[in-house]
């Protein structure tokens, strides 16, 4: 039971650059979510998927695109990398719509770093 | 502005002491209250939640305090061990939140547990 699994775990881009970062999770929950954090700062939601084909913006979302593939599955796709980018990125996943009666799962983080 | 406060970035306590951790809320509206914790290089993990109606909820060691009229909560470990040595997120959210609304984070305390 790997639990929410995250590819790459690091990446460098040059400004302007495209990448799609991976997520997957094994625990059949319906909610996945892509948080930021950086440095100093509490973790940001960006978005928020509560089914296959359905997703939401979050706090900052600005300069991200989304993709729930299937149940399974939730990429986030950074389409031309900026320095502001640079960040850990987050995915996670929960039962229910992950207030407090559904803690969030986390994965191990993306480190992205735009020059 | 932010309305999940955590001020201290960072504690420093004895082995088998007891740790405080503390956090503050402006929003009025959360009712539901987590305590994450995170290692270098991992994701946070949930630890122990509390819900408004209580002002107390315990799980072996951690213990959540929360005053609702202060709007404060408050994270005791009791004894401290070298394996809490960690970062520790407090996240609120709102009854009806959760969601593309996510939860809201503090910036973190860094936990020490000193041998």
């Known amino acids: 039971n790997a639990g929410v699994t995250q590819t790459p775990k690091f990446q460098v881009l040059k400004t302007g650059q495209s990448m799609t970062l991976q997520c997957a999770q094994d625990?059949?929950?319906?909610?996945m979510y892509w948080y930021r954090q950086d440095p100093g700062m509490g973790l940001r939601l960006i978005y928020y998927s509560a089914s296959e084909g359905t997703t939401d913006k979050g706090e900052v979302p600005n300069g991200y695109n989304v993709s729930r593939l299937n149940k399974r599955e939730f990429s986030l796709r950074l389409e031309s990398a900026a320095p502001s980018q640079t960040s850990v990125y987050f995915c996670?996943?929960?039962?229910?719509?992950?207030?407090?009666?559904?803690?969030?799962?986390f994965g191990n983080g993306t480190r992205l770093t735009v020059t | 502005d932010q309305q999940v406060k955590q001020n201290s970035p960072s504690l420093s306590v004895q082995e088998g002491r007891i740790s405080i951790l503390n956090c503050d809320y402006t929003n009025s509206m959360f009712d539901y209250f987590l305590w994450y914790k995170k290692y270098p290089a991992e994701g946070p993990t949930f630890l122990i939640s509390i819900s408004s109606i209580k002002d107390k909820n315990e799980d072996g060691r951690f213990t959540v305090f929360l005053n609702k009229s202060a709007k404060h909560l408050s994270l005791h470990i009791v004894p401290s061990q070298p394996g809490d040595s960690a970062v520790y997120f407090c996240a609120a959210s709102e009854r009806s939140g959760g969601g593309a609304d996510g939860l809201t984070f503090g910036k973190g305390t860094h936990l020490i547990i000193q041998p």
């Open positions: 996670a996943s929960s039962e229910g719509i992950g207030n407090g009666n559904s803690p969030l799962h």
């Open positions: 625990m059949n929950h319906n909610s």
